[in-house]
């Protein structure tokens, strides 16, 4: 029975020791003991220097563009680059543009909607109409927006929408842009207002400016087309009775400064509320970049999508540097002298 019994501990000491050799042999090695070849395991917490402190999440962004344009293509331009820089490859985009077509946006942010996008950008008035539409879940940031509140239909806006609506402005001060008209026509007298009814927006600034160019002594006419069937017609009637025509940021007139230019050109100074209109057919504008409103927009969308703030509590936010600028060859036609101060828009 002696001999038995040491029989029986030898082989329970054997087994013990066979498992024990099993359990510490992992072809991966522990978190303590890394495998052979594959160095020092990475500190916890450790990170790149491109990817933002707690993250390790992928987002989609869906970015539905109203019309190709070179002011909306800034604005989309800025706005990924501002993401790409703050989260790398973690982001990916699906980029629509709806080609000019209104109801075309509201397919494309329906398809955001199905596939669950993290985020929608809305690039133009349109486009955040539908978006805000559509979802009330999904944060959505808008820019090229000129009004919130006359473009969402709130009543008394104090500058945050307060749902899962937010975005940057491309506003200019009107009572600046009513002030060069005077600057470089001192002795006109009567301003055509020039606009396409059918964008709200539009509407708001020719409501705006009017008040401030009355105050400087013009007598104003608003002139609003429908869309591009009557936009010629408008325009000779606006022309053919007015010293000066105002455009507004007008998404129907920048994707047709040739209609503009054909009726008004060496005949009738145009001013314009942004830049590229202004080089399709204007003389002068107060210039905002859109590009750095696209990257205040990324900046706001990086924000939400990690978690730092939250879209129903982000105000609006605005331009903060104007520039003045004038187009050379339009100046030449009409025999106009640029003002001190005016920056030449640069040739494409």
Same mark, same amino acid.
């Given at each position: 029975?002696?001999?038995?019994?040491?029989?029986?501990?030898?082989?329970?000491?054997?087994?013990?020791?066979?498992?024990?050799? #099993?359990?510490?042999s992992?072809?991966?090695g522990?978190?303590?003991?890394?495998?052979?070849?594959?160095?020092?395991?990475?500190?916890?917490?450790?990170?790149?220097?491109?990817?933002?402190?707690?993250? /390790?999440?992928?987002?989609?962004?869906?970015?539905?563009?109203?019309?190709?344009?070179?002011?909306?293509?800034?604005? *989309?331009?800025?706005?990924?680059?501002?993401?790409?820089?703050?989260?790398?490859?973690?982001?990916?985009?699906?980029?629509?543009? #709806?080609?000019?077509?209104?109801?075309?946006?509201?397919?494309?942010?329906?398809?955001?909607?199905?596939?669950?996008?993290?985020?929608?950008?809305?690039?133009?008035?349109?486009?955040?109409?539908?978006?805000?539409?559509?979802?009330?879940d999904?944060?959505?940031?808008?820019?090229?927006?000129t009004?919130?509140?006359?473009?969402?239909?709130?009543?008394?806006?104090?500058?945050?929408?307060?749902?899962?609506?937010?975005?940057?402005?491309?506003?200019?001060?009107?009572?600046?842009q009513?002030?060069?008209?005077?600057?470089?026509?001192?002795?006109?007298?009567s301003?055509?207002?020039?606009?396409?009814?059918?964008?709200?927006?539009?509407?708001?600034?020719?409501?705006?400016?009017?008040?401030?160019l009355?105050?400087?002594?013009?007598?104003?006419?608003?002139?609003?087309?429908?869309?591009?069937?009557?936009?010629?017609?408008?325009?000779?009637?606006?022309?053919?009775?007015?010293?000066?025509?105002?455009?507004?940021?007008?998404?129907?007139?920048?994707?047709? *400064?040739?209609?503009?230019?054909?009726?008004?050109?060496?005949?009738?100074?145009?001013? *314009?509320?942004?830049?590229?209109?202004?080089?399709?057919?204007?003389?002068?504008?107060?210039?905002?970049?859109?590009?750095?409103? /696209?990257?205040?927009?990324?900046?706001?969308?990086?924000?939400?999508?990690?978690?730092?703030?939250?879209?129903?509590?982000?105000?609006?936010?605005?331009?903060?540097?104007?520039?003045?600028?004038?187009?050379?060859?339009?100046? #030449?036609?009409?025999?106009?002298?640029?003002?001190?101060?005016?920056?030449?828009?640069?040739?494409?």
């Amino acid at each position: 029975m002696k001999k038995l019994s040491r029989l029986t501990a030898f082989a329970l000491a054997v087994i013990l020791a066979l498992s024990l050799a #099993a359990c510490g042999s992992s072809g991966s090695g522990t978190a303590d003991t890394p495998a052979p070849g594959t160095g020092s395991p990475a500190p916890t917490g450790s990170q790149s220097s491109e990817t933002p402190a707690g993250s /390790g999440e992928s987002y989609v962004v869906g970015i539905c563009q109203l019309a190709p344009h070179v002011a909306l293509d800034a604005a *989309t331009q800025g706005f990924k680059d501002a993401l790409t820089e703050a989260l790398g490859d973690q982001v990916a985009f699906d980029e629509k543009n #709806a080609a000019g077509d209104t109801p075309t946006c509201s397919t494309i942010i329906n398809g955001f909607v199905s596939n669950s996008v993290d985020l929608i950008l809305a690039n133009a008035t349109p486009a955040l109409q539908a978006a805000a539409t559509a979802t009330s879940d999904i944060p959505v940031l808008g820019t090229s927006v000129t009004e919130y509140g006359v473009a969402l239909g709130i009543d008394g806006f104090t500058g945050t929408v307060g749902t899962n609506v937010s975005g940057t402005s491309d506003l200019a001060p009107l009572d600046q842009q009513a002030a060069m008209i005077k600057e470089w026509c001192p002795d006109a007298q009567s301003v055509g207002l020039l606009y396409c009814s059918a964008e709200p927006n539009s509407q708001y600034q020719v409501d705006e400016v009017q008040k401030y160019l009355e105050e400087l002594g013009f007598t104003c006419t608003q002139y609003p087309f429908s869309d591009t069937n009557d936009m010629a017609s408008v325009t000779q009637s606006a022309a053919d009775s007015n010293d000066v025509l105002y455009v507004p940021t007008d998404n129907t007139a920048a994707n047709n *400064t040739g209609i503009i230019d054909n009726i008004c050109h060496g005949k009738v100074p145009v001013f *314009t509320g942004e830049e590229g209109i202004c080089a399709g057919c204007g003389v002068a504008t107060l210039s905002i970049s859109y590009y750095d409103l /696209g990257v205040t927009t990324g900046q706001m969308a990086v924000k939400i999508l990690t978690g730092e703030a939250d879209v129903s509590e982000m105000p609006i936010e605005y331009a903060l540097q104007f520039t003045k600028k004038y187009n050379e060859a339009m100046c #030449a036609a009409l025999g106009l002298t640029p003002p001190d101060g005016y920056e030449a828009i640069a040739a494409e």
